[in-house]
């Protein structure tokens, strides 16, 4: 789970993404997921790291790397805000709820 989670496209090299695209071309997710529900989970990531891979640049550069794996940082923290800011959100709703329950003496 680990290794799926912080795989990053543009490590693959080209010819192995186009050698994964012809392999998956003859799948389905539907056919798959007939199979495993785990199997077709992995198809999708598969095909959604082969896709990406494929819209890069067939040569990537250190500094495209370091480029996009800073883009995802920023992506994720901002995630991570969100979520922090949805939580307190709901957190202080629950709150105000929990007053307007209360018994009043």
């Known amino acids: 789970k ?4 912080s795989y990053e496209p543009d490590t693959m090299p080209w010819d192995v993404a186009e050698a994964c695209q012809e392999i998956l071309a003859g799948m389905d ?3 798959v997921a007939d199979v ?3 199997a077709a989970a992995f198809y ?3 095909d959604g790291m082969v896709s990406e891979r494929l819209t890069l640049p ?3 550069t250190k500094e495209l790397q370091d480029q996009r794996r800073a883009s995802i940082k920023r992506e994720e923290s ?3 805000l969100t979520k922090g800011r949805t939580v307190e959100v709901l957190s ?3 709150r105000s709820r929990d007053r307007m ?5």
């Not at 680990?2 to 989670?5: A, C, I, L, T, W």
């Not at 329950?101 to 003496?105: G, I, S």
């Open 2 to 5: 680990r290794r799926v989670q």
């Open 101 to 105: 329950d209360a018994p009043k003496n």
């Open 58 to 60: 067939q040569v990537i």
């Open 78 to 80: 901002n995630k991570n």
């Open 29 to 31: 997710t539907g056919s």
């Open 44 to 46: 999708i990531w598969c």
């Open 36 to 38: 495993s529900a785990g």
């Open 92 to 94: 202080r709703r629950s």
